[in-house]
């Protein structure tokens, strides 16, 4: 059977492509190597624990024998490398982890690759392919009246993360370059929707609002994102890894762009029209001090994935955030076990007392 190796699907992203790549593809069988990091929870995959074509392996992307081990084993021809250090705020704090997962692990992704993919291209079963994700961080950011960024902008990350993000896309240029090894590469917007961690804004206003906790805003909350909802980027994912150009790079994103405090309102509202208690939500809302080097605007000129693939985003705002919603209320149980020491003391050392 053909085999398809997704990294980091123990997390927010990588969770909800394998839920949507096994309805679409039944036919393959995946491996997730994922190292359960606090962002990764085998949780968010239970319902295909006991396939016999889902495989759980925990282990560090940057574990070359492990990476190494597994091409050998499995007749992997695709890999989809979602697996990252991820949160903006955390790589301010400790930016150590983000050099040694998204740099260092994704060189030794691309490295087992190549030596497995090119050095034994006989024995492949069909053209192999190598799909990294990564963000519109790395152009930088934008001021209000300027054009989105398309996929020649230059790069000119502003966070540690971004920075990693960066060198890691560059690394994946020049194995395509060099080597020839068949990459693709995707540039996606702010993505939401069920299985987000709690540190990043959308799901950690929810978790706020629903104990009636502090809602930190960073600055004046007018920093603009372009929210684009999950299943809509796996969507375009999909189309990329099977029908994208070896050695091209494609940008993902809604054309949504919006406010942190628009944003913030928008969930307060729903939040509100369902609640009995009648408490005043938007009381919650705190201004905090501002992200250092916080990046002013995302937008993304996507075009290209609209003209050679034929994506385009078919959630709106409304529906996609109703339903991020709707599934935190639901999912009560998932949050409060997040929600335990370990996250406690994360939220304490970003925000101090403010919250
Ligand atoms: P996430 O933090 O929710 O998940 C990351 C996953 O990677 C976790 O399961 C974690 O356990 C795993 N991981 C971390 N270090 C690892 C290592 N060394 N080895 C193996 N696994 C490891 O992240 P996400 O939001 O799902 O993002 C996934 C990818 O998409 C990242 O590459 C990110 O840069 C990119 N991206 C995210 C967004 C967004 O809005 N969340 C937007 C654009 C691009
Ligand atoms: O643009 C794609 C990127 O989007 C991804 O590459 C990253 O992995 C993902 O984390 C996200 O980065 P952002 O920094 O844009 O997302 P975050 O949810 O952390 O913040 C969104 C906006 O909200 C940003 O302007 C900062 C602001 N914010 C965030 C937090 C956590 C607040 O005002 N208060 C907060 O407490």
Not at 16 to 32: G, L, M, S, T
């Amino acid at each position: 059977m053909t085999t398809i190796l997704v990294t980091g699907g123990a997390g927010f992203i990588g969770s909800n492509f394998i839920r949507y790549f096994a309805q679409q593809r039944p036919e393959f069988n995946i491996i997730n190597l994922d190292l359960l990091t606090y962002a990764g929870n085998p949780e968010n995959l239970i319902d295909l624990e006991g396939s016999p074509h889902y495989t759980l392996i925990q282990g560090d992307i940057a574990d070359q024998a492990l990476v190494y081990s597994l091409f050998k084993r499995y007749p992997i021809t695709r890999v989809v490398h979602f697996a990252a250090e991820s949160h903006v705020d955390r790589s301010i704090m400790a930016p150590d982890a983000f050099v040694r997962t998204n740099v260092q692990g994704t060189f030794v992704l691309l490295e087992s690759a190549r030596q497995l993919w090119l050095e034994e291209k006989s024995k492949l079963e069909e053209e192999p392919r190598f799909l990294h994700i990564s963000t519109d961080e790395v152009y930088g950011s934008l001021k209000s009246q300027e054009p989105a960024f398309t996929e020649s902008s230059p790069y000119a990350p502003n966070s540690p993360y971004a920075a990693s993000k960066a060198s890691a896309d560059l690394l994946a240029r020049a194995y395509y370059k060099t080597y020839g090894l068949p990459v693709m590469i995707t540039n996606c917007s702010n993505n939401y929707g069920p299985y987000q961690f709690p540190e990043k804004l959308i799901p950690l206003v929810i978790a706020q609002a629903l104990d009636h906790k502090p809602i930190p805003i960073y600055g004046k909350g007018d920093n603009i994102r372009d929210w684009l909802y999950v299943e809509d980027h796996c969507r375009a994912l999909l189309r990329v890894l099977e029908d994208g150009r070896p050695g091209e790079t494609y940008n993902i994103g809604a054309q949504n762009e919006r406010s942190n405090l628009e944003v913030v309102h928008q969930i307060l509202q729903i939040l509100q029209d369902q609640q009995a208690d009648g408490y005043p939500l938007t009381d919650l809302i705190t201004f905090v001090k501002d992200r250092p080097g916080h990046d002013w605007r995302y937008a993304l000129d996507t075009t290209k994935l609209n003209r050679e693939l034929g994506w385009r985003p078919e959630v709106s705002f409304t529906t996609g955030l109703e339903r991020t919603i709707n599934w935190y209320l639901g999912q009560r149980d998932w949050i409060s076990r997040i929600k335990s020491g370990l996250y406690r003391d994360y939220l304490a050392r970003q925000y101090g007392s403010a919250i």
